[in-house]
């Protein structure tokens, strides 16, 4: 995969200076449209490395290098890595470390815009098994797990740093559900590994962060149908559930649903599990 300098390079990465050369070097000014803040600090890599248990016969997606902490260490481990980078003022730099690591593609453009979602690659064809491993800009964090949860060919695993209060949210147990957490769980089960706070960053973020673990990653696909009805469950999360769903259903079913299915009717759409809202929208269909 390489060697000689790459443990300097590595640790320069960390150090403020030389991520304020780089800056200059390459006309970068650490944007917040895209979520640019630098980690300063290898812990959180390592955490994420051991958490996918990232090995040799690995390909692994990560979205953002930046000037390549994560990217490096994931190099040294993995067979194959594919990062998918948006800021074009970086090429020059990519170009040189491309020549160090033969097993780095960078793939530049949007991930969010990328059909079919994994190009195909280079001599093995399509669908080959992959992991995510990414700090991601924290503003597109659910439509990013989102294509990876419902595409054809799924990850086996996302291990994700995303804002800490996102975290929270995606892992979230019943009382506490939103449509955020039902649709990662519909297809996943998400964990927080590690806390990151944002004294670790560079330049110094508004939030502190958390280390997600997504995995045990279903192949089904849910239904349109299934999130309509989620969504309108969750409306308004003051009024009970039975209210918000009267906009989708027909009113006069719900009781006897409820009774079926062991739901109280005055429970609140972030009162359900899972499970609950699956055993829901398979009894309700909406009227034609």
Known sequence: KGGGDHEDDMTSLYNIDYLKFLCKKYGLIPSKKYGQNFLIDAEPINKMIEAAAVGPNDTVVEIGPGFGPLTFALAEKAKKVLAFEIEKKLKPYWDE???????????????????????????EGQGVGFKVVANIPYQITSEV???????????????LMVQKEVAERI???????????????????????????????????AVNSAIIKISNIKSDKATEEFFKIVKAGFANRRKMLVKNLGSVVDKKKLPAIFEELGISEKVRAQELSVEQWRGLVAKLSFPT
């Open 171 to 205: 892992c979230a147990k019943p009382g506490d559900m939103s449509v955020l957490a039902i649709s990662v769980q519909y297809y996943a089960d998400p964990e927080i590994v590690a806390q990151v706070p944002k004294s670790y960053f560079w330049p110094v973020p």
């Open 145 to 159: 797990i989102r294509k990876f949860l419902e595409a054809e060919n799924k990850p086996e695993l996302m291990v």
């Open 97 to 123: 470390q491309q020549n160090k690591f033969i097993n780095l593609e960078i793939i530049w453009g949007n991930v969010l815009h990328t059909p079919p979602f994994i190009p195909p690659l280079k001599g």
